[in-house]
């Protein structure tokens, strides 16, 4: 099975303008990314709206390609950019343009996902440590079924224990925090990106209900790594100082 990963990236982020190429240590966002992408996978482009991102890419010896500003998603930009890519690939992989410590194990079990031939989407999810940390709406929970396919993706806690304070629910349910990377099936691919939003989509605000709603599988493959995703400036200070400690 041929893998490509691809990195979509705008400029106009609403809570950090041109946030791809901001610096991070002594490089931009997007070159940690790419570098840590190309760790694993041999294939590896760059999509963007912008050509200052498409030319910072090209600087550092990095794939890139040019897509159109109007898309709605990452989703909607990768289906774009494959088919206009040199080469033919069975998965395509969506790595967050602002996930610059993601792991190469985390890449390579989302990968491992596809040895199942049935998987159509896979995903990474990763427990929990704290009652506050499953509390936070911002940190998707996902319920599984016994061969690790997703059931439910929700930022309610789910699935509510019942006869027991909440503060021991830890030591009840082992809760699961969906981690933001993707990889599909390149026709799935194609297929997901032509549905309409569903109603649990626009109520949780989660772009995979949809694919969910609309009766498509999606493989979690558990990962015990905690990424660090920079969504503001104040982000990027921590990133910076996480950088420091690791050096």
């Known amino acids: 099975m041929k893998f490509i990963g691809i990195i979509p990236a705008r400029y106009a982020s ?3 303008p041109g946030k791809p190429l901001a610096i991070l240590g002594t490089k931009p966002l997007i070159q940690y990314v790419y570098e840590k992408a190309r760790s694993t996978l041999q ?3 760059v999509a963007t709206d912008d050509v200052r991102i498409y030319d910072c890419v090209l600087s550092f010896g990095g794939k890139a390609i040019i897509t159109s500003k109007d898309h709605k998603s990452g989703t909607d930009r990768i289906a774009e950019a494959i088919q206009t890519i040199p080469g033919i690939y069975d998965v395509v992989v969506n790595i967050q343009g602002d996930e610059p410590f993601i792991h190469k194990s985390q890449i ?5 996902c596809f040895d199942d031939p049935t998987t159509q989407i896979a995903t990474l999810g990763k427990y929990f440590r704290t009652m506050q940390e499953v509390e936070n709406p911002n940190s998707p929970k996902i319920v599984l079924d016994n061969n690790n396919y997703a059931m439910y993706f929700s930022r309610s ?3 509510f224990v019942r006869g027991t304070e909440t503060r021991d ?4 349910y082992p809760f699961l925090k969906h981690i933001g990377i993707y990889a599909y099936k390149r026709d799935v691919l194609k297929e997901i990106t032509n549905l309409q939003q569903s109603s649990l989509e626009k109520a949780e605000i989660l772009e995979q209900l949809r694919w969910l709603q609309n009766g498509y599988k999606i493989k979690v493959g558990i990962t015990d790594i905690e990424t660090v995703g920079i969504d503001t400036p104040e982000d990027l200070r921590k990133a910076t100082l996480f950088l420091e400690q690791k050096l």
């Open 14 to 16: 609403t809570r950090f």
């Open 43 to 45: 294939e590896v482009y």
């Open 108 to 112: 390579e079990i989302l990968c491992h």
């Open 157 to 159: 806690i789910i699935p």
């Open 169 to 172: 629910w830890l030591s009840s």
